[in-house]
């Protein structure tokens, strides 16, 4: 099977073959939503947006995938950011969604982001001396210390996501 993924960006192409053992068909698309996305539904979005323009965009695959990484905050249990990962599977037929691991993240982080006008990654980079974060480690890693990777958290969605493609029970359900 064959994999389209909608982003060049190294954590997600690695993220892809952990998950599926396969090297995937990197294209670079449009995600259709802001560079930073702030809320969960905006990150679906998006990722849904990559999976099918991946899939459109790479005529051998059989499979678009979409991963998006965004935060959201929630205003009404813990009133915190979080860091999001999502990613969208798309065959053509079928769409399937799963997310990663939600990640506090520092209060001032959130501010800095809410206010518009800068991504995470270089929140990250300059909070941590980096360069080009989120190609690597990502603010995952470099808040945990390394014990979450971004290409880990991505990986398991992107396993979450091709489920519903590989056991039958989905199949069953959607009259196949």
Aim: net charge negative.
């Amino acid at each position: 099977m064959q994999f389209a993924l909608g982003s060049t960006n190294q954590a997600k192409r690695r993220a892809v073959r952990l998950a599926t053992g396969c090297e995937p068909i990197c294209v670079s698309v449009p995600s259709g939503v802001a560079s930073q996305p702030l809320r969960v539904e905006e990150t679906v979005r998006g990722a849904m947006a990559r999976a099918r323009s991946a899939l459109a965009a790479a005529p051998g695959a059989d499979i678009g995938l979409g991963l998006e990484g965004g935060v959201d905050y929630d205003d009404r249990l813990t009133h915190h950011w979080y860091l999001v990962s999502v990613c969208a599977a798309w065959d053509g037929r079928m769409l399937y969604v799963a997310h990663g691991v939600h990640m506090p993240l520092p209060d001032g982080v959130g501010a800095r982001l809410a206010a518009g006008g800068v991504e995470l990654s270089e929140v990250m980079d300059a909070l941590f001396g980096r360069v080009g974060s989120n190609h690597d480690e990502g603010a995952y890693g470099l808040l945990s210390a390394g014990r979450i990777t971004r290409d880990g958290v991505f990986r398991d969605a992107v396993i979450a996501a091709l489920t519903p493609f590989q056991n039958v029970l989905y199949r069953a359900q959607a009259g196949d």
